[in-house]
């Protein structure tokens, strides 16, 4: 068997035709959209301080309180863009195919952010103070990938963009404003081309270094979080999304992890190394025990809402 090399320069050359023809699919595919047109402008008003307006308080609102969570923890995921630009550009590169793909990326995310805080801050959605101070700590806690190396980074984002496509997705369906789900819905399909993109180049590089992406894949898989993971108290408000169904266990093994894995046919290669087979092994023994996880999750939720239902009665 070929000796499998996990170099970078020479992975990312390798690569490099293939990023390039994904490139040309993703440009061509791509349809260009504009956030101020999904914002209500004619819902909006001046907050207190220099321009005197109204101050903000909590009934101004419309949505509820996990439409609210999961819009914030939403939108200072993409707030912290500048450190993903910073990992992605580092490992792959500002030249050629890589270095466009990269830009054109950063330039896609960065709508996303734009468009979801001026629907927040019109509809006065949120504290405007406490979003600000929100978003001040969260960036300034930044963002260092958990996994820097090629493979495992296009393992992980190839996840991460599905698990924010199916994120943003729910909480447009779950707040009850169709304005809202219209614009997470634009946001939602960006995200989906962007997994595209990702997972086609993580189908090359089986393709080039098969058991090193298996290890990569079985990595990420045992320590996938999501990127939000430094937001202030973001155990507390994962918790209240999941509990709303809007991202769970469940969605996670179902809709993000087993959809990648089956469309990259990882549990049906052959011609594994010794090494490429054990990770394969590990990695189906990790599955299961996620998709026990989750079951127990389902029934923790069914459990509570039986007893919340029993005590509204």
Same mark, same amino acid.
């Given at each position: 068997m070929t000796t499998e090399t996990t170099d970078t320069l020479v992975l990312l050359r390798e690569l490099e035709p293939v990023v390039e023809t994904n490139l040309n699919r993703h440009l061509a595919t791509a349809k260009e959209w504009f956030p101020h047109e999904y914002v209500p402008w004619s819902q909006g008003s001046d907050f207190d301080g220099p321009l005197g307006g109204q101050a903000w308080e909590p009934s101004q609102s419309k949505l509820s309180e996990v439409a609210r969570t999961s819009l914030i923890v939403n939108l200072l995921t993409e707030d912290?863009?500048?450190?993903?630009?910073?990992?992605?550009?580092?490992?792959?590169?500002? @030249?050629? +195919?890589? =270095?466009?793909? *990269?830009?054109?990326?950063?330039?896609?995310? =960065?709508?996303h952010g734009v468009a979801?805080? #001026?629907?927040?801050?019109?509809?006065?959605?949120? @504290?405007?103070? +406490?979003?600000?101070? +929100?978003?001040? *700590? &969260?960036?300034?806690?930044?963002?260092?990938? #958990? &996994?820097? #190396? /090629?493979?495992?980074?296009?393992?992980?984002?190839s996840m991460q963009e599905l698990a924010t496509r199916v994120a943003h997705r729910n909480t447009g369906r779950i707040s009850g404003d169709p304005i809202c789900d219209a614009l997470l819905a634009k946001v939602a399909a960006d995200e989906n081309l962007h997994m595209l993109f990702y997972r086609n180049l993580l189908m090359a590089s089986f393709e080039l270094v098969p058991n090193a992406t298996m290890e990569a894949i079985l990595r990420v898989v045992k320590s996938f979080q999501m990127p939000g993971h430094t937001i202030e108290n973001f155990g507390r408000k994962s /918790? %209240?999304?999941?509990? +709303? =169904?809007?991202? @769970? $266990?469940?969605?996670? &093994?179902?809709? /993000?992890?087993?959809? /990648? $894995?089956? %469309?990259?046919? *990882?549990?049906?290669?052959t011609g594994l190394s010794a090494e490429g087979e054990r990770a394969r092994e590990e990695l189906v023994e990790v599955l299961g025990k996620l998709d026990a996880a989750a079951s127990r999750f389902e029934e923790k939720r069914a459990a509570n809402l039986a007893r919340a239902a029993a005590r509204a009665a």
């Open positions: 912290n863009l500048p450190s993903y630009h910073h990992e992605i550009a580092t490992l792959y590169g500002r @030249d050629g +195919a890589w =270095g466009t793909w *990269v830009h054109r990326w950063t330039a896609e995310e =960065g709508r979801i805080r #001026d629907y927040l801050l019109t509809t006065r959605a949120v @504290d405007p103070i +406490a979003l600000e101070r +929100a978003r001040m *700590v &969260h960036m300034e806690t930044g963002f260092t990938a #958990d &996994h820097p #190396d /090629v493979l495992g980074s296009l393992s992980y984002v /918790v %209240q999304i999941a509990m +709303a =169904g809007i991202y @769970d $266990l469940r969605i996670h &093994h179902d809709e /993000v992890v087993m959809p /990648v $894995l089956r %469309q990259l046919k *990882v549990l049906e290669r």
